[in-house]
C-alpha cells in the first residue's frame, strides 16, 4: 500500500492509519496467553522506571534545600488578597517539575533558564513525581540563547498584536497563552486547535512525505531501487516527527500521537488490525510505563479520549465515503468529548459549536500558517484572526454532575463492543449539548 494513502488517511482522523484492505487483519491479542505475556512486559518496564524515579527522588530530597538550574516552562501572574506576585512552573534536571512564586516586577523568564535555590518542604514521592510548590530565590537568569527562544522570537517579530504574538507562539512552540486570550479562543471552541497535540503532528506527518516523497522517488528509482520507499520514507518522516517532539520537550500529547504512530505503522506492517481498541490500550500502557507523569496529565487523558472516539466512530462507520467522513467524524467526536470536556472545564458558549467548521479549515490553516512564517511574512492572515477573535462570544460555567460522567464512561466502553450502546452514546451526547444551551438560556 503505498504510503501516500497512509498520511492522506491519517489528515482525516488524527491518527496514521493506512489505507484499509480488504483483507482480513489479525487481532493483537487473540488469546488470554498473548494478554498476559503483553502485561508482565509492561509491568516489568513500569517496576524498572518506578525503581529509577524513586532513586532520584531519593537523592533530591536529601537536603532541605538545594540550588540548581531550571528552565521557566510557564510564568503567569496571579491575585490573592489583593495581593499581585507571578506564578513560575520550572522543570529541573531529571524531569523535575515543580512551582514557586517570584515579585510581579520581575522581567518575562519564559523558556529562560534560571539559576534558583529551592527550599525542600516534605516531600513525598508522589509530589515529586506529580509536580509540588516550593519557596525559592531566583539566583541567576542566564541569557536567552536557546534554539528554541530564537525561533521564538523570530516568530513573535511577525506580528505587532500581542494576542497574536501568544497564539503562534503557542500553535508551533507550544507555549502558554494569556488568559484573556485563552477565554476568547475556549468561547470559539477552537482552544484544542492552538494546543499542540496529535492533530498537528499528523498534519505535519503529511507536510514532509508530501515534501519528501518526489525528490526521494527521483533519487531511489536510480540509485536504489532495491529499498522499499514506503519504509524509507516513513522511517525519514518518524524522525523529523520525533525531532520536533523533543524540540517541544515532549508534549504530553504529542508523545501520545507519535507512540501511536510507530506502534500503529510497526502492527500494520505485520498485518494486525491498527484500527483498534487495543492498539490504542498498547499504547497507553507503554506510555504510563515509561513515562508514570503522564497519569497527572489532564492533556495527555484528553488526547487518549479523543482517539477514542475516533476509533469507535471508525469501527462502526468503516465503509463510509471518506468525503462525508471528513466533515462526519469531526463532528462526531465534539459532541462525543463535550461531556468531558464541561465535567473538566465546567466551559461552554453558544458559538462554540463552530469549532466543528474550524477543525476542519484548520486542515488548510494550519499548514499555511507555517509555510508564511518560514517565509517570514507570518502577519499575512493577522486580520482574519482578529476577526474570528473578535467574533467571539461570552462564556459560561455549565455543570456536569459526577454520576452522570461515571455513567458516560461506562456506555462508551459498552459502546466498543455492542452497536446499540453506541446509539444511547451518541443521544447522550447530543441531549448534553441540549443541556448546555438550556442553562444558557436561563443565565
Excluded: C
Amino acid at each position: 500500500m503505498p504510503l501516500y494513502n497512509f498520511f492522506n488517511y491519517i489528515i482525516v482522523v488524527d491518527i496514521y492509519i493506512m489505507n484499509m484492505s480488504k483483507l482480513d487483519k489479525m487481532e493483537l491479542f487473540s488469546n488470554p496467553r498473548s494478554i498476559s505475556i503483553f502485561l508482565t512486559i509492561i509491568i516489568f518496564i513500569f517496576s524498572i522506571t518506578i525503581f529509577s524515579k524513586y532513586v532520584n527522588y531519593l537523592d533530591f530530597n536529601k537536603f532541605d534545600d538545594k540550588i540548581l538550574q531550571a528552565e521557566v516552562l510557564s510564568q503567569y501572574l496571579k491575585t490573592k488578597k489583593s495581593k499581585e506576585y507571578y506564578v513560575l512552573k520550572l522543570k529541573a534536571e531529571n524531569s523535575v517539575t515543580f512551582y514557586t512564586t517570584a515579585s510581579k516586577h520581575i522581567r518575562d523568564l519564559q523558556s529562560r533558564t534560571i539559576r534558583v535555590q529551592i527550599f525542600l518542604p516534605n516531600l513525598t514521592f508522589r509530589e515529586y513525581l506529580r509536580g509540588f510548590y516550593t519557596r525559592s530565590n531566583i539566583l541567576n537568569v542566564y541569557p536567552a540563547k536557546t534554539f528554541k527562544s530564537k525561533v521564538a522570537q523570530k516568530i513573535i517579530s511577525q506580528h505587532k498584536n500581542i494576542e497574536l504574538q501568544s497564539i503562534f507562539s503557542a500553535l508551533f512552540l507550544a507555549t502558554p497563552i494569556q488568559n484573556y486570550t485563552r477565554q476568547k479562543l475556549s468561547s470559539l471552541g477552537v482552544s484544542h486547535l492552538l494546543a499542540i497535540s496529535g492533530f498537528h503532528l499528523t498534519l505535519l506527518g503529511g507536510i514532509l512525505f508530501f515534501l519528501l516523497k518526489f525528490p526521494y522517488q527521483f533519487f531511489q528509482n536510480r540509485y536504489l531501487p532495491y529499498r522499499n520507499i514506503s519504509l524509507d520514507l516513513f522511517l525519514m518522516v518518524a524522525i523529523l516527527l520525533f525531532t520536533y517532539v523533543a524540540f517541544l520537550d515532549y508534549t504530553p500529547s504529542l508523545l501520545r500521537s507519535f507512540a501511536m504512530l510507530i506502534v500503529g505503522f510497526i502492527l500494520y506492517d505485520r498485518g494486525y488490525k491498527v484500527i483498534s481498541i487495543q492498539t490504542l490500550l498498547l499504547t497507553i500502557l507503554l506510555l504510563l510505563a515509561l513515562f508514570p507523569l503522564l497519569v497527572f496529565s489532564i492533556g495527555f487523558w484528553l488526547s487518549v479520549a479523543g482517539v477514542f472516539y475516533i476509533f469507535l466512530f471508525l469501527k462502526q462507520y468503516e465503509n463510509m465515503n471518506k468525503y462525508l467522513m471528513f466533515f462526519t467524524l469531526p463532528t462526531f467526536v465534539y459532541f462525543s468529548m463535550l461531556p468531558i470536556s464541561l465535567f473538566l472545564f465546567s466551559i461552554f458558549s453558544h458559538t462554540q459549536i463552530f469549532s466543528i467548521l474550524y477543525t476542519i479549515g484548520f486542515t488548510i490553516f494550519y499548514p499555511l500558517e507555517l509555510l508564511l512564517h518560514i517565509l517570514n511574512i507570518g502577519g499575512a492572515l493577522d486580520s482574519f484572526v482578529i476577526h474570528l477573535l473578535n467574533s467571539s462570544s461570552e462564556l459560561y460555567r455549565v455543570s456536569i454532575n459526577n454520576y452522570f460522567i461515571y455513567f458516560y464512561i461506562l456506555i462508551s466502553a459498552l459502546a466498543i463492543r455492542y452497536k446499540y450502546f453506541f446509539y444511547i452514546l451518541t443521544l447522550l451526547s447530543l441531549a448534553t449539548f441540549v443541556f448546555s444551551y438550556t442553562k444558557l438560556s436561563l443565565i
